[in-house]
């Protein structure tokens, strides 16, 4: 869709997360050795399945198998027993030790300003402060807001990484009080369908008969004037290029104090599934499971007649294009990093949803042979028949010089 197929390959890249980082707020970057893999296995009805041991396991890159160095079931929070354990390789870190002790979580709450309804958001935003009890002793938030592209569209830390409800609470009320862009989007987008009515009514009265053959008249190119609406306006285009670059440099430098990391994408509905690519490379790069929120809910602001929108995966209530490939970038940004997209009505209970959702998986780590090529590898993580796996899709073997451009393009997003 939109060319978004031929960016897959690109998208699979490296998911190898820095171990043990520092508590801190921007900072520099680390460099990466292992790689994990967070894994979330089902059965037939869809009930977590427990007790797995890494024999039970099939881990393939790039279609090989790999031995599994690291292997644990987290459950309920805590390091479930092992029923077996590989030994680390040769100089590699030993396999994590299993404890009746919380395993903490890091989540990370980026609020988009700039495509989301500030009344949208605020009803999200009042959810997440109700829901923050459901946080672990152990877990840890940061909130970090990118504002209004007409006021510069600079990043915000509202929060760093804390434990204290109460501060939570502070920074998420303070999250609402924020101005944000969304009315001006959904003005923009009546703009431009109205003039997709115009065209259509033109295109209509050139072709009286309905046989279709526009080829024929001079100078119409059907293809160029039938392009998706989310590209006819380039300052959105501009906005979404400043938005993705900052939850790009949020993850690179807000390095999370322990655990599982986790980034909460609160999405205002971003109209090119491509846009979601770089942040697949980047949380996967740097070890993040996303969860992208539809801050929009069912959306109403736009309903069209398209009969197109019934082939949508996503949701049977789509009532446009821009919404169908708003959540069609979100699934995908979610699959691939091995997370969930939260979707219309669900948005209600996002956080509980991914407390929940990141409480019990199974925790594997290799160690690959790290030659700085650039080459993209495919991670596959295989069960017995009958399981389903939700993981992450692969990893990038980035050079010196590709980690060193990768940081510059991050520069000056604050």
Do not use: C
Not at 36 to 51: F, L, S
């Amino acid at each position: 869709m939109f060319g978004l197929l031929g960016l897959v390959a690109l998208a699979l890249g490296a998911q190898e997360p820095p171990p043990a980082p520092a508590a801190g707020t921007f900072g520099a970057s680390v460099d990466v050795r292992v790689v994990n893999v967070e894994a979330v296995i089902t059965d037939a009805r869809g009930e977590r399945v427990r007790g797995l041991s890494a024999g039970d396991l099939k881990l393939e890159v790039d279609g090989r198998e790999v031995p599994i160095e690291y292997f644990a079931e987290i459950a309920g929070g805590h390091t479930a027993p092992a029923p077996s354990s590989p030994s680390p390789a040769a100089g590699g870190a030993p396999p994590p030790v299993s404890s009746p002790a919380p395993q903490g979580r890091s989540f990370l709450i980026f609020i988009d300003e700039a495509f989301a309804v500030a009344q949208q958001r605020d009803v999200v935003l009042q959810a997440f402060e109700r829901d923050l009890k459901l946080l672990g002793p152990e877990d840890r938030m940061a909130v970090v807001a990118f504002g209004r592209p007409t006021s510069g569209g600079q990043l915000k830390v509202l929060s760093g990484w804390t434990g204290d409800r109460g501060a939570l609470a502070a920074a998420l009320a303070a999250a609402r009080k924020r101005p944000a862009s969304g009315n001006d989007v959904v003005a923009t987008r009546r703009s431009l369908a109205n003039e997709a009515d115009l065209v259509g009514e033109a295109l209509a009265g050139l072709d009286p008969y309905g046989d279709d053959d526009l080829a024929k008249v001079p100078g119409l190119k059907p293809a160029t004037m039938f392009a998706p609406a989310n590209a006819g306006d380039p300052r959105l285009s501009s906005w979404l290029d400043k938005l993705t670059r900052g939850v790009v440099a949020v993850m690179h430098r807000m390095a999370p104090p322990s655990g599982r990391r986790t980034l909460l994408l609160l999405s205002g509905g971003w109209p090119s599934p491509q846009s979601h690519v770089p942040l697949a490379i980047a949380a996967n790069r740097l070890g993040y499971t996303v969860y992208p929120v539809d801050v929009t809910g069912i959306d109403t602001a736009l309903v069209v007649n398209d009969a197109s929108l019934n082939y949508s995966r996503t949701d049977g209530f789509i009532s446009s294009g821009w919404e169908r490939d708003a959540q069609y970038g979100m699934e995908f940004l979610a699959g691939i990093t091995g997370g969930k997209a939260i979707l219309n009505s669900a948005r209600l209970s996002a956080l509980g949803r991914v407390v929940e959702d990141t409480s019990s998986y199974y925790w594997l780590g290799f160690t690959p042979q790290w030659k700085g090529d650039d080459h993209h590898h495919r991670i596959e993580l295989k069960a017995r028949k009958g399981l389903k796996i939700r993981s992450r899709k692969g990893y990038s073997d980035f050079s010196r010089a590709t980690e060193a451009s990768l940081a510059g393009n991050l520069e000056g997003n604050p």
